[in-house]
């Protein structure tokens, strides 16, 4: 894609000849990196699947982040087919305590109900907070909960870092 703009016309800046020509090579810099970023976005990610003999962690049933070796036998293939294969050590402890999170949401919530007010919890970026709201016509398919005072609980019970870290994936 070439652009051309003349920036003492569009922008009402006072630029000479080179300083146009600097603004022009920002602009297409600019411009490059956000279609290679839409284009990257866009396309599927791909499924990683750790090579036969190869180490990967996976989450056992007593709740522990476990070293195994893949082997293509089902055990593996099932790990990796229901999400529970990682590629290290720490990308496991993390969907470990997401997990954790995610039992105690469930155990507190409810099916969304029509019409009745539906209580969820959510990250709002402009203030940096946890916050609760509720729903009377729209499922968002996520957790609800019967009470305002519910949703507190559960706030209380996991604490605002942990849901911001690892449900909400915020880095403070």
């Not at 894609?1 to 300083?19: A, P, R």
């Not at 036969?52 to 007593?62: D, P, R």
């Not at 019409?115 to 609760?132: D, G, R, T």
Request: proline letters at 2%.
């Amino acid at each position: 894609m070439d652009i051309k703009i003349d920036f003492n016309i569009v922008c009402g800046m006072n630029l000479n000849g080179k300083e146009n020509e600097i603004v022009q090579d920002i602009v297409k810099d600019t411009i490059k990196e956000l279609e290679e970023k839409i284009k990257s976005s866009l396309e599927p990610k791909k499924e990683w699947v750790p090579e036969i003999g190869k180490l990967y962690y996976k989450i056992n049933a007593y709740g522990e982040v476990v070293k195994s070796t893949f082997t293509n036998f089902s055990i593996d293939r099932n790990c990796l087919d229901i999400g529970n294969a990682f590629r290290t050590k720490e990308e496991a402890q993390f969907e470990l305590e997401r997990r954790k999170i995610e039992a105690i949401m469930k155990k507190y919530s409810r099916s969304f109900e029509h019409e009745e007010e539906n209580y969820y919890i959510f990250y709002a970026y402009s203030n940096k907070s946890i916050c609760i709201s509720s729903r009377i016509r729209t499922d968002d398919g996520i957790p609800y909960f019967e009470s305002k005072k519910m949703a507190q609980k559960v706030i209380d019970e996991i604490g605002e870092d942990r849901l911001k870290k690892y449900w909400f994936r915020v880095e403070e």
